[in-house]
Nanobody, 124 residues
Framework: QVQLVESGGGLVQAGGSLRLSCAAS????????LGWFRQVPGQEREFVTA????????DYVDSVKGRFTLSRDNAKNTVYLQMNSLKREDTAVYYC?????????????????WGQGTQVTVST
Protein backbone atom coordinates (compact mmCIF):
# COMPACT_ATOMS: atom_id res chain seq x y z
CA GLN A 1 0.00 0.00 0.00
CA VAL A 2 1.14 3.51 -0.73
CA GLN A 3 -0.61 6.80 -0.14
CA LEU A 4 0.05 9.71 -2.45
CA VAL A 5 -0.43 13.39 -1.66
CA GLU A 6 -0.06 16.02 -4.36
CA SER A 7 0.76 19.67 -3.78
CA GLY A 8 1.87 22.72 -5.69
CA GLY A 9 -1.10 23.41 -7.89
CA GLY A 10 -2.55 26.86 -8.32
CA LEU A 11 -3.31 29.72 -10.67
CA VAL A 12 -0.60 30.91 -13.04
CA GLN A 13 -0.48 33.09 -16.11
CA ALA A 14 0.29 31.59 -19.48
CA GLY A 15 4.03 31.28 -19.94
CA GLY A 16 4.59 30.86 -16.24
CA SER A 17 5.80 27.90 -14.21
CA LEU A 18 4.60 25.63 -11.44
CA ARG A 19 6.18 22.72 -9.65
CA LEU A 20 3.96 19.91 -8.49
CA SER A 21 5.06 17.51 -5.81
CA CYS A 22 3.78 14.08 -4.96
CA ALA A 23 4.76 12.71 -1.58
CA ALA A 24 4.33 9.02 -0.89
CA SER A 25 4.09 6.99 2.26
CA UNK A 26 5.84 3.70 2.74
CA UNK A 27 9.39 2.38 2.68
CA UNK A 28 9.37 0.81 -0.79
CA UNK A 29 8.94 3.98 -2.83
CA UNK A 30 11.71 3.09 -5.26
CA UNK A 31 9.80 -0.02 -6.33
CA UNK A 32 7.02 2.05 -7.84
CA UNK A 33 6.73 3.57 -11.24
CA LEU A 34 5.16 6.99 -10.73
CA GLY A 35 2.97 8.76 -13.23
CA TRP A 36 1.10 12.02 -13.61
CA PHE A 37 -2.26 12.25 -15.28
CA ARG A 38 -4.57 15.19 -15.79
CA GLN A 39 -8.28 15.51 -16.25
CA VAL A 40 -10.60 18.20 -17.46
CA PRO A 41 -14.30 17.95 -16.54
CA GLY A 42 -16.17 15.89 -19.08
CA GLN A 43 -13.02 14.34 -20.51
CA GLU A 44 -11.08 11.19 -19.83
CA ARG A 45 -8.02 11.20 -17.62
CA GLU A 46 -4.98 11.87 -19.80
CA PHE A 47 -1.46 10.54 -19.36
CA VAL A 48 1.10 13.33 -18.94
CA THR A 49 4.37 11.75 -17.84
CA ALA A 50 5.86 8.87 -15.88
CA UNK A 51 9.16 7.90 -14.31
CA UNK A 52 10.67 4.53 -13.49
CA UNK A 53 11.43 3.45 -9.96
CA UNK A 54 15.11 4.21 -10.30
CA UNK A 55 14.42 7.52 -12.01
CA UNK A 56 16.50 6.76 -15.09
CA UNK A 57 13.61 6.37 -17.51
CA UNK A 58 10.95 8.97 -18.21
CA ASP A 59 8.16 9.30 -20.73
CA TYR A 60 6.18 12.37 -21.74
CA VAL A 61 3.12 12.97 -23.84
CA ASP A 62 4.07 14.97 -26.91
CA SER A 63 2.13 18.05 -25.83
CA VAL A 64 4.39 18.61 -22.80
CA LYS A 65 7.77 17.52 -24.15
CA GLY A 66 10.35 20.24 -23.72
CA ARG A 67 8.17 22.07 -21.20
CA PHE A 68 7.63 19.59 -18.36
CA THR A 69 10.32 17.74 -16.44
CA LEU A 70 9.67 14.84 -14.11
CA SER A 71 12.11 13.78 -11.43
CA ARG A 72 12.09 11.83 -8.21
CA ASP A 73 13.97 11.76 -4.93
CA ASN A 74 13.64 8.27 -3.52
CA ALA A 75 15.30 9.31 -0.28
CA LYS A 76 12.42 11.75 0.27
CA ASN A 77 9.70 9.53 -1.21
CA THR A 78 8.77 12.39 -3.49
CA VAL A 79 8.34 12.96 -7.20
CA TYR A 80 8.47 16.43 -8.74
CA LEU A 81 6.82 17.72 -11.89
CA GLN A 82 8.35 20.97 -13.07
CA MET A 83 6.00 22.65 -15.53
CA ASN A 84 7.35 25.55 -17.56
CA SER A 85 5.90 27.62 -20.40
CA LEU A 86 2.43 26.73 -19.25
CA LYS A 87 -0.42 27.04 -21.70
CA ARG A 88 -4.11 27.49 -21.17
CA GLU A 89 -4.67 23.93 -22.41
CA ASP A 90 -2.61 22.64 -19.47
CA THR A 91 -5.46 23.64 -17.17
CA ALA A 92 -6.71 20.50 -15.43
CA VAL A 93 -6.72 18.56 -12.20
CA TYR A 94 -3.37 16.78 -12.00
CA TYR A 95 -3.19 13.37 -10.37
CA CYS A 96 -0.18 11.44 -9.17
CA UNK A 97 -0.37 7.68 -9.52
CA UNK A 98 1.78 4.69 -8.67
CA UNK A 99 2.15 1.19 -10.00
CA UNK A 100 4.34 -1.77 -9.19
CA UNK A 101 4.66 -2.50 -12.88
CA UNK A 102 8.30 -1.85 -13.59
CA UNK A 103 7.99 -0.61 -17.15
CA UNK A 104 6.56 2.81 -17.99
CA UNK A 105 2.85 2.62 -18.70
CA UNK A 106 0.59 5.29 -20.20
CA UNK A 107 -2.69 3.61 -19.39
CA UNK A 108 -4.47 4.84 -16.28
CA UNK A 109 -5.71 1.31 -15.67
CA UNK A 110 -2.11 0.19 -15.04
CA UNK A 111 -1.87 2.39 -11.95
CA UNK A 112 -3.22 1.11 -8.67
CA UNK A 113 -2.67 3.98 -6.24
CA TRP A 114 -3.86 7.53 -6.83
CA GLY A 115 -3.62 10.86 -5.08
CA GLN A 116 -6.54 13.19 -4.55
CA GLY A 117 -5.47 15.58 -7.31
CA THR A 118 -4.36 19.18 -7.42
CA GLN A 119 -5.87 21.90 -9.59
CA VAL A 120 -3.71 23.73 -12.11
CA THR A 121 -5.28 26.73 -13.78
CA VAL A 122 -3.49 28.67 -16.49
CA SER A 123 -4.94 32.05 -17.35
CA THR A 124 -4.36 34.10 -20.47
Amino acid sequence: QVQLVESGGGLVQAGGSLRLSCAASGRTFSRYTLGWFRQVPGQEREFVTAISGSGDITDYVDSVKGRFTLSRDNAKNTVYLQMNSLKREDTAVYYCAATTVWSIRRSASSYVFWGQGTQVTVST
